[in-house]
């Protein structure tokens, strides 16, 4: 079993900064990568960010440059720190894990952007 728990989310101004976290927990050897995928009103599911097993990095266009992913090893944590935030970023923030090719899902943040 994988379990993953999400923390932060919530209303922010246009401008301000937010940080996402997920914790992974159970059968999580042999991970490929973690990351976020969110899916705003009205839209399809767009992926926001990854770090692979190797630690690399990887952002979509719409929010290179304003956002940066990590990964505590230790405690199985990564997190998503979001700066310069837009209402376009208005979405649920799901954190996924890729195993073996099949991704585990956390529960969803819901981020608003809105003065």
């Known amino acids: 079993q994988v379990q993953l728990v999400e923390s932060g989310g919530g209303l922010v101004q246009p401008g301000g900064s937010l940080r996402l976290s997920c914790a992974a927990s159970?059968?999580?050897?042999?991970?490929?990568?973690m990351g976020w995928y969110r899916q705003g009103p009205g839209k399809d599911r767009e992926l926001v960010a990854t770090v692979t097993s190797g630690g690399g990095t990887n952002y979509a266009d719409s929010i290179k440059g304003r956002s940066t992913i990590s990964r505590n090893t230790a405690s199985n944590t990564v997190f998503l720190q979001m700066n310069s935030l837009k209402p376009e970023d208005t979405a649920v923030y799901y954190c996924f894990l890729n195993r073996g090719g099949f991704l585990y899902w956390g529960q969803g943040k819901q981020v608003t952007v809105s003065s």
């Open positions: 159970g059968s999580i050897f042999n991970i490929n990568a």
